[in-house]
């Protein structure tokens, strides 16, 4: 008895399907990432290397000083109240219309970030470009 031999069909895998599939998931991705555009605030910060201080650069400067509890002085003169308002007012009538000169912020390392960034935030709209904050020297 002649038995026949039944052919063995070669196995493939059909690459098509998954190549699909892969690109499906690549554009997807592409699609739903979103894209943010985070603004940046550039600040010159002073370098606390020395402790020389120039005294015609005193005089010269508005300096805005926050304390622990948020409360605001400018140039050693304090603030009724404590908002953008009142700030904004003291910092006019003390520069006048001259906006070259230097921003001097120093604040209590117990004093709010949102204090910091009022006092930013009010220079940035006066038109004030030397912006620095104090540092203190390490060690002190």
Do not use: C, W
């Not at 998954?18 to 550039?42: C, W």
């Not at 409360?71 to 908002?83: A, H, I, K, R, W």
């Amino acid at each position: 008895m002649k038995f026949q031999r039944q052919r063995r069909e070669e196995i493939n895998i059909n690459l098509t399907p998954l190549i699909d599939v892969v690109f499906l998931l690549l554009i997807f991705f592409m699609i739903t990432t979103t894209f943010t555009r985070e603004s940046h605030l550039s600040i010159s910060l002073p370098e606390a290397a020395t402790n020389a201080v120039n005294a015609a650069s005193e005089i010269d400067a508005i300096d805005v000083v926050i304390g622990a509890e948020g409360q605001y002085s400018v140039n050693e003169l304090p603030l009724v109240t404590s908002d953008a308002l009142t700030l904004r007012r003291a910092v006019i009538k003390l520069a006048g219309e001259k906006r070259d000169l230097p921003f001097v912020i120093t604040a209590d390392a117990n004093a709010k970030h949102q204090s910091v960034v009022t006092v930013m935030d009010v220079a940035g709209q006066l038109g004030f470009s030397r912006l620095s904050i104090a540092t203190q020297k390490a060690g002190d």
